[in-house]
């Protein structure tokens, strides 16, 4: 079924068509759910939440063209993720990796890519939810520090300086993978 036609039966409540768009996109939502609870069962709940506000909110949909759904569907997932996160204070709690350095070497593209993609969603998923927040925002759902501080009631500077932290540590990270796989 095409995408614009999938979203009118949704916004129409058929329930065929809500079971389609669940099977055709609930991995790729769940998958932004781990990104920023990093718990499976949160990760669950998270993408149960964000269905039913994806099918109660088909009259807030504007179709334009191909991917708006999709990409329609991402943003709502990650507002739950957020507002669970907000809900829950976790973004408030003390983030103590103050060992991570002022300045750090970004790893070359090429080493990067040797590093398997669960293994980079792992180094990803250890960050400290503050950091790992601000990074999927800034990397994943490209926002801009003033959208980021915006989203998380803080200012632009420590959204910045948590950005740095994280890929900081995840330099490191990789650095250590690369040498302990001898690559």
């Known amino acids: 079924m095409e995408e614009q036609e999938l979203a009118e039966l949704c916004r129409q409540g058929k329930n065929r ?10 991995g ?20 149960h939440d964000g269905f039913l506000k994806i099918y109660h909110s088909f009259d807030k949909f ?6 708006s759904l999709r990409a329609w569907m991402e943003r709502v997932m990650v507002n739950i993720a957020l507002q669970y996160l ?3 204070d976790i973004l408030n709690q003390a983030n103590n990796i103050d060992d991570s ?10 080493d990067i890519e040797l590093i398997p993609h669960t293994v980079l969603m792992e180094f990803i ?9 601000v990074f999927n925002l800034y990397t994943f759902e490209d926002k801009s520090h003033k959208e980021i501080a915006d ?8 959204s ?22 001898n690559r």
């Open 17 to 26: 068509a809500r079971k389609e768009l669940y099977e055709q996109y609930a």
């Open 28 to 47: 790729r939502m769940m998958t932004i759910c781990l990104r920023y609870a990093n718990d499976r069962d949160i990760a669950q709940d998270l993408l």
């Open 62 to 67: 504007t179709w334009r063209g191909e991917g």
């Open 86 to 88: 907000r809900k829950n």
């Open 101 to 110: 350095p002022e300045i750090y070497e970004e790893p070359d593209t090429e």
């Open 125 to 133: 998923g250890e960050l400290p939810v503050g950091y790992r927040t």
């Open 151 to 158: 989203l998380l009631g803080i200012n632009e500077k420590s």
């Open 160 to 181: 910045a300086s948590q950005l740095f932290r994280a890929k900081s540590t995840l330099a490191k990270k990789v650095k250590d993978w690369i040498k302990a796989n």
